[in-house]
């Protein structure tokens, strides 16, 4: 084997450890969904009057954690490939597929409009 080769091989499975050290776990994923439903709130339509925006965003903020854990983490299956997490959530009859690779989560289908029905779910 030359060592061109084997320096390959060597940062190729160095890469692969890397990547199954950082493989994200269910409690990041549930902070994910929880970022991403803040985003949601701050992004929410102009159209809702502003008392009722700072409801929402204060109802939320503060039972936020309680509505994600109660509804998130019991309807995920999570499929751990080593290297990589592919997460799948039912919401509101909603699928919601993401992966999780290098730390970082990668929406792939779904997420948008289980965000927006996870937030209405709150009242």
């Given at each position: 084997m030359s060592l061109v080769r084997l320096?390959?091989?060597?940062?190729?499975?160095?890469?692969?450890?890397?990547?199954?050290?950082s493989n994200p776990t269910m409690d990041d994923y549930v902070q994910f969904v929880e970022r991403e439903l803040n985003g949601a709130l701050d992004r929410m339509d102009q159209?809702?009057?502003?008392?009722?925006?700072?409801?929402?965003?204060q109802v939320f903020r503060s039972q936020g954690k309680k509505l994600i854990e109660g509804i998130v983490r019991p309807s995920t299956v999570r499929h751990?490939?080593?290297?990589?997490?592919?997460?799948?959530?039912?919401?509101?009859e909603t699928n919601v597929v993401v992966l999780g690779i290098g730390?970082?989560?990668?929406?792939?289908?779904?997420?948008?409009?289980?965000?927006?029905?996870i937030g209405r779910?709150?009242?």
């Amino acid at each position: 084997m030359s060592l061109v080769r084997l320096a390959v091989l060597v940062v190729g499975l160095a890469g692969a450890v890397g990547l199954a050290l950082s493989n994200p776990t269910m409690d990041d994923y549930v902070q994910f969904v929880e970022r991403e439903l803040n985003g949601a709130l701050d992004r929410m339509d102009q159209r809702t009057p502003a008392r009722e925006q700072d409801l929402i965003r204060q109802v939320f903020r503060s039972q936020g954690k309680k509505l994600i854990e109660g509804i998130v983490r019991p309807s995920t299956v999570r499929h751990n490939w080593g290297l990589l997490s592919h997460y799948e959530t039912k919401v509101a009859e909603t699928n919601v597929v993401v992966l999780g690779i290098g730390g970082q989560f990668i929406p792939i289908k779904g997420v948008d409009e289980a965000t927006l029905k996870i937030g209405r779910m709150a009242f």
